[in-house]
């Protein structure tokens, strides 16, 4: 039984490292990168529920629905500033110089 719960975190740290090359690649595009930091959110979540899953704890399972809560709150405020940004600049592209 423990074994397929270290398949699901094995699962869950890929989606991880997803969200983290995503993060690193898209760095000109805010759009991708909000989404990126998203993926990385919902895997710890993910890892989170599974732990306590296995641990037969409730209190990680109260924790996930805070952090998806508070993860909701970012989006929305990201992107509200990504609005501003746009309307400011007319361009959603970040330029490095």
């Given amino acids: 039984m423990f074994k397929h719960y ?8 890929i989606l991880f490292l997803i969200g983290i090359l995503g993060f690193v690649l ?3 595009n805010i759009i991708l990168m ?3 930091i998203e993926i990385m959110l919902l895997a710890i ?3 989170i529920l ?12 109260t924790y996930a ?3 998806i809560a ?6 929305a405020i990201g992107l509200g ?15 490095y110089k």
């Fill in 6 to 13: 270290t398949i699901i975190m094995n699962l869950s740290l």
């Fill in 26 to 28: 898209n760095r000109k």
């Fill in 34 to 36: 909000l989404i990126s």
């Fill in 45 to 47: 979540t993910f890892l």
């Fill in 50 to 61: 599974v732990s306590s899953l296995s641990f037969d704890d409730i209190l990680g399972q």
């Fill in 65 to 67: 629905i805070y952090v």
């Fill in 70 to 75: 508070i993860a909701g709150a970012e989006s």
């Fill in 81 to 95: 500033i990504l609005v501003a940004f746009y309307r400011l600049r007319g361009s959603i592209a970040i330029e």
